[in-house]
């Protein structure tokens, strides 16, 4: 099978392409005939550059987390409710459901999670295997692309408010607005009826989030008066929720000082360092919470596909690339001129 892999940490250059053996997929599993895999800021872009906090495997290596395809072939033993040739979406995270965190029902707190692309093969490639348990019907309406955009960043954004015991008409500050991460956690804040304000540096891409039509108000957080338009955005009220999957201490201290009493701050991600300034005395006068969300349970996933099929919940796509041409998305996503997630088909 045709893939891309890297042989080295490096710039985008490093992604290179092969041919390897189509994997074989062992009991319990199954074998996925890719035809989308969504670009991860994270789990490949960084990874790619310089590595990422999970555990990788050794070299060469074959990228990509987030994907979507049809089931091609079933391991040994193996039974499965989805039929070979059905459309499926991907769940990237694999727990070890051994641990006591695991056995206990807490698979999304797994500290011995498997990865897809990061600590085992992934999906820049023709084909992956996966567990049998991974896999999710796509439903009728929504395309491949469109499966491998939401499969993970969209059950996040659901665990994300449940974590914090969001409630319709509250409202919800979202950091980086235009990135996959944002864009989608507004699309689910806005099919769960909360109201959303965005977070953006500089206007160049203030027009088209404003197009989009996902958040309320979007607000420059790199003006002096960031947090005084804040304020004003929620009437003097301060945000009830912030999600920051950056870890940028100024977006930290922006969205703390625009907690109001009782607020949660909610943290799925720490990309640009995550060592942040804490206020103690404000957390606890104010009875604020800070809660971290690493990835979603089975429950946020089932309500995140009823907010799909109900609320026509969807991914912003930014750009789609063939696979060859992986090493643009990944510049594209460095120079931050993305918004939405760029996507890789694959024929």
Known sequence: MTAMIIRRRGAPDVLEPAELPVPAPGPGEALVRVGAVSVNSYL????RSHGVHYRG????NVLGSEHAGTVAALGPETESRIPLGAAVSVHNAIPCRQCDWCTSGR???CPNVEIIGVTRQGAYAEYTVVPVRNLRPIPEGIT???AASINVIGPLAVEQLLAVDAQPGEYVLIH????AAGTMAASVARGMGLRTIGTVRGDRKLA???ALQLFDEIVDSGTENALELLREVTAGHGADIVIDNIGAAELWELGT???CPAGRMVCSGAKFGGEVILNLRRLYSMAQR???VRTASDAARDQFWSLVAERDVRPVIDETYPLRDVAEAHRRIEAGLNIGRPVITIE
């Open 208 to 210: 088209k989030l404003t």
């Open 57 to 60: 495997y050794a070299m060469p």
């Open 107 to 109: 698979q999304e707190s």
């Open 176 to 179: 980086a607005a235009g990135s």
């Open 290 to 292: 800070i809660v971290g």
């Open 257 to 259: 000082a625009a907690l």
């Open 44 to 47: 490949d872009v960084t990874y």
């Open 144 to 146: 491949v692309a469109e």
